[in-house]
């Protein structure tokens, strides 16, 4: 298909995203407020409806109206709205929450800590990494390394471990020692005539480089997420796991498993980790743990660092980390009710067959003149947006025309994301097929109405 015209990628494309100048007139007057959800769709506080198809932040699995969850919530808040988890002490949503979350996990799993969201999550994941170390006699080995693009969170350790320039630039970050290797994005990052599985060698020898330079004795973990999240929705290339797993075995580096968006169905397994077959000394949870319905993350970890933490501690008299919140009796209640209505649902299972009916609806746009790639699995996919197929080139001020989208989608009653030039696709667990249609063609209404308005 034709690349969009030259004058395109050299005037100020702000009139994409304001063709009149009555578009958008919250963007003057203050944000989008949302004032009520229903399923997959969310309202405005002038009535307008919208699909919602990023679960608001790749979170809300069972929809915005889950009665149940709210009752879950009320229940607990009448008989224990509050306790924490300090001095052996515990309450019973947060006992079996952490029981049946070990029991859900990959095999290596047996202990979970709760903290309140994903970024805490992934900060208690490098305490807890120095700590194992500094338990078994290896004070040296302390190194994280993660990929250019990924996405751990925001806080100042999870920050750091974040492969997202904007994350870092002007917060002095990172400030924890972390290696960044290359994104395994083929589309973008493979060599001319490569295939998938030479780019996962590649990398893999990359990893393997990095190691003997830096010094096995210096490395802690390697994390990631199974599919990549907000670096634009990025699967692993074929073997790519397999490869990167085999060699930090090989160097005693522990694997962390980051679903913070993975976990609980969206790729149509439990977790991701049981798609690409890893099996982490470490995994992160969050976000469909409640549907974000509470605030609550877990880190679930293996026996052994449980063990060699719970003996130091006991030498120390202490394991001093924790949050006032740890293991919520609310937050908890409600995660126990939505994995509840995850398993009676088939929500995993509706992921993989309507995920498959996304995906294919999406792929569809693969010919559009905008459109560079398609990618994603189960319920979560992203659009490439590129100003020529051919050369794969993007636009001369990146991010503008996925911005003009967003825009457009936006008046065509649709909620995506855009991640610089690439739309984000992650819509709740419940969603139907005559859902996804309905959601394919607003997205293509959006589309064309953006590249009708490049080409005038």
Known sequence: ME???????????????????????????????????????????????????MSGLWSVAVGFSEARLVEAATRQLRQLPYYHSFSSKTNAPSAMLAERLV?????????????????????????????????????????????????????????????????????????????????????????????????????????????????????????????????????????????????????????????????????????????????????????????SYQPLAAVLFSGEIYQAVADLSSRLGSFAHGYTATGHPVACAVALENLDIIEERNLVGNARKVGATMQRGLRKFADHPLVGEVRGVGLIAGVELVADKSTKAGFPVPGVMGAAVFDEAHRQGLIVRAIGDTIAFCPPLIIEEEQVSDMLKRFGRALDAVTSRAKS
């Open 3 to 53: 690349a969009l015209p030259n004058s395109v990628q050299a005037r100020d494309l702000r009139y994409l995203l304001h063709p009149n100048t009555n578009a958008r007139q919250h963007e003057v007057t203050g944000p989008l407020v949302i004032e009520r959800g229903d399923g997959v769709y969310v309202f405005d506080d002038a009535g307008n409806a919208y699909i919602e198809a």
């Open 103 to 291: 029991n859900l996990a990959p095999k290596r799993i047996s202990r979970a800590f709760f903290t309140n969201s994903g970024s805490e999550a992934n900060d208690t994941v490098v305490k807890l990494v120095w700590y194992f170390n500094n338990a078994r006699g290896l004070p040296n080995k302390k190194k994280f390394i993660a990929r250019r693009g990924a996405y751990h969170g925001i806080t100042v350790a999870s920050g750091s471990l974040t492969g997202l320039p904007s994350t870092h630039r002007d917060f002095d970050l990172p400030v924890i020692p972390v290696r960044h290797l290359t994104c395994p994005h083929h589309y973008r990052y493979a060599e001319p005539g490569e295939s998938e599985e030479q780019f996962s060698e590649r990398l893999a020898t990359e990893l393997e480089t990095l190691i003997e330079q830096e010094g096995p004795e210096t490395i802690a973990a390697f994390i990631g997420e199974p599919v990549m999240g907000a670096g634009g929705v990025i699967p692993p290339p074929p073997g790519y796991w397999h490869k990167i797993q085999e060699i930090c075995r090989r160097h005693d580096i522990l694997v962390v498993s980051d679903e913070v968006i993975t976990g609980f169905g969206r790729l149509g397994t439990t977790f991701g980790s049981d798609l690409y077959g890893i099996d982490p000394d470490i995994v992160v949870v969050s976000k469909q743990l409640t549907s």
